[in-house]
């Protein structure tokens, strides 16, 4: 049995499995979490473990294998929702920038949230903080590439970048 043959005839199903099990996590997309089932079948074909195998058992072994990342991966990192504090129509674009948690009265946690924006920050490229500075004024991702002469895909490109970059800095 080849893989490709295996991911043709799984693909459609596994890609309803992925938004489905989405809907509950916003720091990833469906595209996220396809990639990270196709890896672990390649692992599980690597080792012969989907010799003989009905794609309905296949299926069910993504399902569980991805329940249990997200669970994992929900327990491991701490979250910053910059989408919570743009909610608060009180908020400046500093405090947004700083991710400071006004109801946190944790000064240690406060200090640290300044040290991750402030590595953040350094490593983004000039194209990046002018995406995230868009973003953070509620403009859309058309709205955006037509500020910044760009097309909606790249602005949807950078901000996966920048939301890859803020996976090392947030996620423990």
Same mark, same amino acid.
């Given at each position: 049995?080849?893989?490709?043959?295996?991911?043709?005839?799984?693909?459609?199903?596994?890609?309803?499995?992925?938004?489905?099990?989405?809907?509950?996590?916003?720091?990833?997309?469906?595209?996220?979490?396809?990639?990270? /089932? *196709?890896?672990?079948?390649?692992? &599980?074909?690597?080792?012969?473990? !989907?010799? =003989? #195998?009905?794609?309905?058992?296949? @299926?069910?072994?993504?399902?569980?294998?991805?329940?249990?990342?997200?669970?994992?991966?929900?327990?491991?990192?701490?979250?910053?929702?910059?989408?919570?504090?743009?909610?608060?129509?009180?908020?400046?674009?500093?405090?947004?920038? /700083? *991710?400071?948690?006004?109801?946190? &009265?944790?000064?240690?946690?406060? !200090?640290? =949230? #300044?040290?991750?924006?402030?590595? @953040?920050?350094?490593?983004?490229?000039?194209?990046?903080?002018?995406?995230?500075?868009?973003?953070?004024?509620?403009?859309?991702?058309?709205?955006?590439?037509?500020?910044?002469?760009?097309?909606?895909?790249?602005?949807?490109?950078?901000?996966?970048?920048?939301?890859?970059?803020?996976?090392?800095?947030?996620?423990?």
């Amino acid at each position: 049995m080849n893989f490709d043959t295996i991911v043709e005839r799984i693909s459609p199903t596994l890609k309803n499995i992925t938004y489905k099990l989405n809907g509950h996590f916003t720091f990833f997309n469906d595209d996220d979490l396809l990639q990270e /089932s *196709l890896l672990h079948l390649w692992l &599980e074909y690597q080792e012969g473990k !989907l010799e =003989n #195998k009905t794609d309905s058992y296949i @299926l069910q072994g993504c399902y569980f294998y991805l329940k249990n990342y997200l669970r994992r991966v929900n327990t491991d990192m701490k979250f910053v929702s910059i989408e919570a504090l743009l909610d608060d129509e009180n908020t400046s674009s500093k405090e947004i920038l /700083s *991710l400071r948690d006004k109801h946190s &009265e944790n000064d240690l946690d406060n !200090l640290n =949230n #300044k040290i991750i924006v402030e590595n @953040l920050m350094k490593s983004f490229d000039k194209r990046e903080k002018d995406v995230l500075n868009l973003i953070a004024r509620g403009l859309t991702t058309r709205e955006i590439g037509d500020k910044l002469d760009i097309s909606h895909v790249a602005v949807i490109k950078i901000t996966n970048k920048i939301r890859g970059k803020c996976g090392k800095y947030v996620w423990k």
